[in-house]
């Protein structure tokens, strides 16, 4: 396993679903409701790549026990968390953008 390149992966799906949670919201203020869900879906496909490069560098932690943490590694789990926590709030902005455009 290259822990360089999962951490690529990583960093690179994180990156698209963050930016995605993003257009979503904007879409969602432009009234686009059905187009923002279906970024988000996208979004969400994106943090799944993410975290499955996660779960390959944890499980070969698990079994080999000779994986060197680096700030690389910290950097790319950095990534990681805070698509996850663009993606929760993107859920919440959109229900706002849709309650304040239907009040």
């Known amino acids: 396993?290259?822990?360089v390149q999962?951490?690529?992966n990583m960093i690179a799906h994180a990156g698209e679903a963050k930016s995605l949670a993003?257009?979503?919201i904007t879409q969602a203020r432009e009234s686009n409701f059905t187009?923002?869900?279906e970024t988000l879906k996208?979004?969400?496909e994106a943090l799944l790549l993410?975290?499955?490069a996660h779960v390959n560098l944890l499980f070969h932690d698990a079994q080999h026990q000779d994986l060197q943490v680096?700030?690389?590694m910290v950097h790319a789990a950095d990534h990681l968390s805070s698509a996850e926590t663009i993606r929760t709030i993107a859920d919440?902005?959109?229900m706002l953008h849709r309650e304040v455009k239907h009040a």
Do not use: G, N, R, V
């Open 42 to 44: 996208k979004a969400d």
């Open 92 to 94: 919440e902005m959109i």
């Open 1 to 3: 396993m290259d822990a």
């Open 50 to 52: 993410s975290h499955q």
């Open 22 to 24: 993003l257009l979503a």
């Open 35 to 37: 187009e923002a869900a």
């Open 70 to 72: 680096t700030i690389f």
């Open 6 to 8: 999962e951490c690529m």
